[in-house]
């Protein structure tokens, strides 16, 4: 059963991953029309679009790691200290305190990226959607790394 979760926490997390790293694109490097190359369709993208999918994904990814969160605590945490691998535990650590950041964050979020946007609060929207997506590969990478460190079922 966990193992299920921890895939569909993990399916979750590459749609979010996806979303934002869309925003983050669309904000920091901006294009003036569709069409052409890939690169230029990325950069067109419509960010106001993701706001609320950003929101629903980052909730419900953070829903579904707090619910397999024990069984990392008691099975795979615990292999990391016998082994003395501090600084992957130690990440895992920092990716829970950026994801309690970011959850604290996702108010301001929304608020800033409701429409109509308001063109003076650009630089507040270019800042939350760049540290929610650092938080979010950080958390990806982070976990993904954990798991092939000690998976569960292991």
């Given at each position: 059963?966990?193992?299920?979760?921890?895939?569909?926490?993990?399916?979750?997390?590459?749609?979010?991953?996806?979303?934002?790293?869309?925003?983050?694109?669309?904000?920091?490097?901006?294009?003036?029309?569709?069409?052409?190359?890939?690169?230029?369709?990325?950069?067109?993208?419509?960010?106001?679009?993701?706001?609320?999918?950003?929101?629903?994904?980052?909730?419900?990814?953070?829903?579904?790691?707090?619910?397999?969160?024990?069984?990392y605590r008691v099975g795979i945490r615990v292999?990391?200290?016998?082994?003395?691998?501090?600084?992957?535990?130690?990440?895992?650590?920092?990716?829970?305190?950026?994801?309690?950041?970011?959850?604290?964050?996702?108010?301001?979020?929304?608020?800033?990226?409701?429409?109509?946007?308001?063109?003076?609060?650009?630089a507040i929207r270019r800042a939350l959607t760049?540290?929610?997506?650092?938080?979010?590969?950080?958390?990806?990478?982070?976990?993904?790394?954990?798991?092939?460190?000690?998976?569960?079922?292991?």
């Open positions: 059963m966990v193992t299920t979760l921890l895939i569909i926490h993990g399916l979750l997390a590459v749609a979010l991953l996806g979303a934002l790293t869309h925003q983050a694109v669309s904000v920091w490097w901006p294009a003036g029309k569709r069409g052409g190359s890939f690169f230029t369709n990325v950069r067109a993208v419509a960010s106001t679009s993701y706001t609320n999918a950003i929101i629903v994904l980052f909730v419900l990814t953070a829903a579904l790691g707090a619910i397999i969160y024990p069984a292999v990391l200290q016998d082994y003395r691998l501090l600084v992957p535990e130690g990440s895992f650590e920092l990716k829970e305190h950026f994801v309690a950041i970011a959850l604290g964050l996702l108010p301001a979020y929304w608020y800033f990226w409701r429409r109509p946007l308001v063109a003076d609060t650009a760049s540290l929610l997506t650092f938080i979010v590969w950080w958390s990806f990478l982070v976990g993904h790394v954990l798991n092939n460190i000690r998976g569960f079922g292991s």
